[in-house]
């Protein structure tokens, strides 16, 4: 059965479903007994919510005398008449102050700007700044489009789903970041026991390179929820020698947060047999 | 939904609120069942969103989403019902009492007691996201929304909840009609 005819098939099973009868009346009448002794709570904002007002809506007589501005008045092949301001609004003495004011903010802003960061702003980016110094950042989620699996079979009380594969869209802070993400994740289900233990990547390919993920384990289950850990994605192209290490939040409510770090000064894993 | 109705019951007219709880009743009670699974604790449940709904309704700025805000209110009731009665404790008897229907259009076992026993092996989680989505029709944005969390969130749970219904569906399939290759190795 496929994705779709098992959509199809929870969507008729639910509506036609049936259930036992709810007890309406006597269920409404126990809470109506409840009712006098429950206080309603108040906004907790005691003013009114500020609502945006509709447009006034345009005079409908013909007396444009009565009101100003007047809407555009129907030509009927006659020149308008044009009612309100007349002249223009450019004016050169305006005009010559507004732009001594913007060029005093621009260079007041420069001048007020850390001279250790006029080399750039972004360290780790560019010429002068110190390359160790990790670049923190954060991606805050948009949306995703999955388009389905490769693979799926069934062993005993256990699924397993290769290949589901999603396209992520994340807005990144670091615009090295900015690319096309993609999330393949192959996991087992184990129907008795509520259980899922997937082992994903999560790539993002960019005009200038790549970043690919080091697969992570997850698991899911009814007490554990989504614990999915760190990620660690190793730059390619013209990000060669550069990691980002993110911490992944268990709900992916808030950004993915983390830094760009040269890979070299990532410490290796623990040697095999090492009991220190 | 009636918004006057809303708006009423807004303004303390206990009235009103009998007239909307007693409209409102079977359906929020359809929800909490296909979460909980238990008649009674669907009863407990019901009752119980329906006060809250009379406790917090003047928190409510916009009457038209009124729906939405009360499915919001009956899943984290149903949450905390959960918690205090653990076990899935559907009713069997009334599940079997019922003659199976015919085979679907499919044309596979998918019957109404697979899915029922799949649904019991269901995480609360994953019961509620389904029941969002197919009993109540919402997208996983709305679905997300109800439940405060994200897209993503949603769409995972939805993916392991549907995976373990189909695991059901199908692992009970092949006891009832064994694979050609499980027949030979059985020889």
Known sequence: MNDEQMQSLLDTWYREREIPRPKVQTGVASVMANVPQTRQRGRWWPLPAFHRKTKAKPPTTNDMTKYEPSPIPATNGHAPTVIGRTQTMFSPAKTIIAGALVFGLSAAFLVAQPFDRLGGGVPGAEEGADPAAPVEVTATFRDIECEGYDSSDVVGRVVRIYGDTCTVDNEWSDPRLEGTETYIDNHVVFADSRLTIGHYVHNIVTDDGAWRMRPQFRIESSGLKNFSGTWVLDGEGAYEGLSVVLAKDELDSVPLTGYIISTDLLPPPPEEGSTK | ?????????????????????????????????????????????????????????????????????????????????????????????????????????????????????????????????????????????????????????????????????????ETDARTVTPTADRQEALR
Do not use: N
């Open chain 2, 1 to 169: 939904m009636d918004q006057d109705l809303v708006v009423r019951v807004q303004q303390g007219d206990q009235r009103a609120f009998e007239a909307l709880a007693t409209a409102d009743y079977p359906r929020l009670h359809r929800v909490a069942y296909s979460v909980l699974g238990d008649p009674a604790s669907a009863e407990d449940a019901t009752q119980q969103a329906l006060l809250d709904i009379w406790r917090d309704i003047r928190r409510l700025r916009d009457p038209s989403k009124y729906e939405a805000w009360a499915y919001r209110l009956l899943v984290r009731v149903c949450y905390a019902e959960a918690k205090r009665r653990p076990q899935w404790t559907s009713s069997d008897d009334l599940m079997l009492a019922d003659e199976p229907r015919a085979a679907d259009a499919y044309g596979v076992v998918a019957d109404r007691d697979q899915l029922e026993r799949g649904l019991r092996h269901l995480s609360m989680d994953h019961r509620v996201v389904l029941a969002l989505r197919h009993l109540l029709g919402m997208t996983p944005d709305e679905v997300a929304a109800t439940l405060g969390t994200s897209r993503w969130t949603v769409y995972k749970r939805l993916r392991a909840a549907t995976e373990a219904m189909r695991a059901a569906l």
